[in-house]
């Protein structure tokens, strides 16, 4: 099925290791986007892209780096990893034409310990 | 500025009305509105565009006030399939800057 593919989709981190979540979506849309979800903020914006080769810095990008290397992926990295970066990670896509919305995946669950 | 939606919760008998509004301090261009289930990804139900009509589709539609950049999402006769969290999110350009959303409107629709 089309659609956006998060992996993994469950990981538990020691502080200070490193790891990368990957995104992967076949819908050929052109912007992408990595959020954080805790309980009771909402979705808060990491890094984004709009393009193949672009990105850009979102509303909590400290901790984070992103590469969009390829159209159909956009990866999230966390170099050292900390007791705050544990959330629900939620990768989306869009496409160009203005009347569609985004397109989720189904979440990365991380817990830093 | 992150929009400030209200009510923060509700909860509902099957067939009951609700209205949950979402405002910004900022002008926008879009609002959009997805539902949330428990443990899933947020699902996309609609979008208004600055100029554009109301949307609707079956019983859930929305409304957008360009001069008060403020949006309501109207839920009518509410179903048990209802239940979950709504969120609104806003954009200030044609979409090649990322969304920000709202904290969420937790519905929870009873027997």
């Known amino acids: 099925n089309a659609g956006v593919t998060q992996t993994p989709k469950f990981r538990v981190l020691k502080t200070g290791q490193s790891m990368t979540l990957l995104c992967a979506q076949d819908m050929n849309h052109e912007y992408m986007y990595w959020y954080r979800q805790d309980p009771g903020m909402g979705l808060r914006l990491i890094h984004y892209s709009v393009g193949e080769g672009t990105t850009a810095k979102g509303e909590v990008p400290d901790g984070y780096n992103v590469s969009r290397l390829k159209k159909q992926n956009f990866l999230l990295g966390l170099e050292s990893a900390a007791p705050s970066q544990t959330s629900v990670y939620f990768c989306?896509?869009?496409?160009?034409?203005?009347?569609?919305?985004?397109?989720f995946g189904s979440g990365t669950r991380l817990t830093v310990v | 500025q992150q929009p400030v939606q209200s009510p923060q919760a509700v909860i509902l008998r099957e067939g009951e009305d609700a209205v949950i509004n979402c405002s910004s301090s900022?002008?926008?261009?879009?609002v959009h509105w997805y539902r949330q289930k428990h443990g899933e990804a947020p699902v996309f139900l609609m979008i208004l565009l600055k100029g554009g009509e109301q949307k609707g589709h079956e019983k859930i539609s929305a409304s957008f006030n360009e001069k008060k950049q403020q949006s309501s999402l109207y839920l009518t006769a509410s179903q048990l399939s209802y239940s979950g969290t709504y969120f609104c999110g806003t954009g200030m350009d044609t979409g090649r800057r990322a969304l920000t959303f709202g904290s969420g409107t937790r519905l929870q629709v009873q027997p």
């Open positions: 900022k002008a926008l261009y879009s």
């Open positions: 989306a896509s869009r496409g160009i034409t203005g009347d569609y919305g985004y397109t």
